[in-house]
């Protein structure tokens, strides 16, 4: 990385302050040397990271005092006070910082001033406490960046494995209502751009799950599968798309027929994240495709059980912003435009 536009640091969000997001920030920075990880800056309460870490830290209210500073002490760009902190007890104020935040982080990127952002883990039950409507992060930035919601695909990436959860932050009851195949064409058309642009996989392999047991049996146990999915993957291979399904989900996950695909495509939230986090708990990445921005996420939540206990494992918040600096490092390579 010695361009430009690749020293920028990352912009890190902390999440809710009374989840782990902060201290995990923290912990990562001391990893700082060990992984390699380029200058950030967390964002949200100074006082929330004091609160549960004892390491050097700074507040700064520039980029240039970010790459200064990063060496020593772990740079924070502090927003506001977010009331009195009980780790684990998320409130009001909380959430509206963890907010403000986001909105921060992801100024600071669009304007180009960090390279890529990296959001810590928020409560979305506090947030919609506050009136947040989104269902997630994921499309709340996928508006402020002027994609719709379909077009920002969440994909959890960890070492051996990449799934993609077609629908998200729904009921599993509406599942097989909003799992139509204009919203499999579209997803898998930017999962294999997406492959293409940021992870360098020139012909990428893609699977997709069926949504019933045995992919539908024929038909016996559930019609999506042929009502639904087999013609959005006739369509998309008629298009050039590389992709296999529908697959029974059991088998999918299993070594030998996982490693054949560059990314697995599942109907539901779970079906993708229950086998991921099996494998990549400690080492998982969220991000978003599909955006003008490089966004990666740990793959955890708040864990407001463990918050403040020190228990709180900074692996996959190093993960995200190593991640974070690659994909922006192959941007800045490919100079894909901010598009
Ligand atoms: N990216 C984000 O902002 C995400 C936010 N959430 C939110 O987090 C809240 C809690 O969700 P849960 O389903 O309980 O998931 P969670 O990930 O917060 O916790 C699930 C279990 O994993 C453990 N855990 C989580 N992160 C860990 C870490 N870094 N080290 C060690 N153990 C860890 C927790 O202690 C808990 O036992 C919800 O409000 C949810 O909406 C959940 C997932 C992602
Ligand atoms: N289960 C994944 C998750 O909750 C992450 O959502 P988002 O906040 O990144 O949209």
């Not at 959860?165 to 919203?183: D, K, Q």
């Not at 490693?259 to 086998?275: E, F, I």
Request: with cysteine; charged share 15%; hydrophobic share 45%.
């Amino acid at each position: 990385m010695n361009d430009g536009l690749t020293r920028r640091p990352i912009a890190v969000t902390m999440g809710d302050p009374a989840g782990v997001g902060p201290e995990v920030a923290a912990r990562a920075w001391e990893a700082r040397r060990d992984h390699a990880l380029p200058p950030f800056v967390a964002i949200g309460d100074a006082a929330t990271v004091g609160a549960v870490w004892n390491g050097p830290l700074v507040r700064v209210g520039s980029m240039d005092e970010v790459a200064a500073t990063f060496a020593d002490a772990l740079p924070v760009w502090h927003l506001e006070d977010s009331g009195p902190l009980t780790p684990g007890a998320p409130t009001a104020a909380g959430a509206a910082c963890a907010l403000h935040a986001l909105e921060t982080g992801i100024g600071l990127t669009r304007n180009q001033a960090s390279a890529a952002l990296v959001t810590g883990p928020v409560s979305k039950h506090a947030l919609q406490g506050i009136g947040y409507t989104h269902p997630g992060q994921t499309e709340f930035i996928a508006e402020r960046c002027g994609v719709t919601a379909t077009n920002a695909v969440m994909m959890l990436a960890g070492p051996s494995l990449r799934v993609v959860p077609l629908t998200v932050h729904i009921p599993l009851a509406e599942v097989p209502e909003r799992l139509t195949g204009e919203l499999i064409v579209a997803k898998a058309r930017i999962v294999a751009r997406g492959l293409k642009r940021d992870f360098g996989i020139e012909a990428p392999r893609l699977a997709i799950a069926g949504m019933n047991p045995h992919a539908g049996e024929s038909g016996r146990l559930g019609d999506e599968e042929i009502r639904i999915i087999a013609p959005a993957v006739g369509q998309l291979v008629a298009e050039g798309v590389s992709i296999d399904g529908p697959l029974a989900a059991d088998a999918l996950f299993a070594p030998g027929i996982r490693d054949q695909y560059d990314a697995l495509l599942c109907p539901y939230h779970d079906q993708a994240l229950a086998p991921f986090k099996a494998l990549h708990f400690h080492d998982g990445v969220n991000l978003t495709l599909g955006l003008p921005i490089v966004r990666t996420s740990p793959d955890h939540g708040t864990a407001f059980n463990i918050a403040g206990s020190g228990r709180a494992d900074p692996g996959p918040t190093i993960a995200a912003i190593a991640m974070a600096a690659k994909l922006a490092a192959s941007r800045a390579r490919r100079c894909v435009p901010a598009a």
